[in-house]
Structure formats: structure tokens, C-alpha cells
């Protein structure tokens, strides 16, 4: 499906999952160059790379442009003295971003979250599930957000939202 004036898929980007402890986060924070939130369901971004807080010892770190090599190497020597779970899930998912004045109300039709700007302010992360499907919901604006789904699911997704969306396609 094509993207709506609301909704886009997002280019192919990279993603880290770290398990690890507030000793292994402080180690990574350097070779990747984003500090790692310590306040729950809380992103940090700097540049083309962010931190999602996902749990109190795991994290996604994500990175828009696959063109940039990921750090890999360096952030295994930073964290080789802790224990640590680094993997490279960047194939498993896809980015999908609803934006515009409408963006709470749509992911609302099959989100069961209170996405009101004072409950779910920008920067706060999640995982939650869209309807029957796991995400990871990430506000990146006062009228937009991130939304991380895994791959077999995006044509759901996607045909969802663009269902409960239809109302704010059509033209006055």
C-alpha cells in the first residue's frame, strides 16, 4: 500500500537489542553515542541513533540509516567485562510513522493505551500491541510516532491503520 498523507514505512534502518545492566548501559553509552534513559518507557536520541528504554535491563538501540556501519566491534570491547545480550535485529522489523493531527485518534482505534499528550508525552516508548500485533510505540513528537513492527506483520499493520485512518484521507 502506498503511504498516506498520515502514515509512511520508514527506509530500512538498524537495531541493537542489549539485555544487559546500569554498569554494561554506562559502557555502551560511549561507542554508541547516545546515553541510555534510566527513567522508564523513555527514549534518547542524538543525531540518526536513539535508545528505547523497553524494560529495566533491555533496550532497543536503533540507528535510521543502514549506509552507516553499526558499531559493533566497539561496543563488544566496551562491554566484554559485563555480562551482556547484544543482537542485531534490524531484519526482523520495520518502521511505520503516523504523523499529523490525527495521529492519536487512528493508532487509538486499535491501540489500547491512553496516547493523550499528557499520559504519553514525546520520548516516552513502549512495547504495547496494535490490535493482534506486538509493537514497540515510540512518540517523537507532539503529532507523531514511531512505530516498530515486526516484519510478517507490517501488511497487517499497515492495512489496519489505513482502515481506521480512512476518514482523514478523504478530502472535505
Do not use: N
Not at 482505534?109 to 509493537?135: N, Y
Amino acid at each position: 500500500m502506498a503511504d498516506a498523507a498520515w502514515m509512511r514505512v520508514k527506509p530500512p534502518a538498524s537495531r541493537l537489542i542489549l539485555q544487559c545492566d546500569a554498569a554494561a548501559r554506562s559502557a555502551a553509552a560511549t561507542p554508541w553515542g547516545v546515553p541510555f534513559s534510566e527513567e522508564p518507557c523513555r527514549a534518547q536520541t542524538l543525531g540518526e541513533r536513539a535508545t528505547l528504554w523497553l524494560g529495566p535491563d533491555e533496550h532497543l538501540m536503533w540507528q535510521a540509516s543502514r549506509e552507516i556501519a553499526l558499531p559493533i566491534p566497539d561496543l563488544e570491547q566496551a562491554l566484554a567485562a559485563h555480562p551482556h545480550s547484544l543482537v542485531d535485529v534490524s531484519h526482523r522489523q520495520v518502521a511505520l510513522e503516523i504523523f499529523g493531527p490525527h495521529a492519536a485518534t487512528i493508532l487509538a482505534g486499535a491501540c489500547p493505551l491512553d496516547l493523550d499528550a499528557d499520559e504519553f508525552p514525546v520520548h516516552m516508548c513502549t512495547r504495547t500491541v496494535l490490535a493482534k500485533a506486538e509493537i514497540v510505540l515510540w512518540r517523537t513528537a507532539p503529532d507523531a510516532f514511531h512505530i516498530e513492527v515486526w516484519r510478517s506483520f507490517q501488511a497487517y499493520a499497515v492495512g489496519l491503520l489505513s482502515e481506521i485512518g480512512r476518514e482523514f484521507s478523504r478530502a472535505p
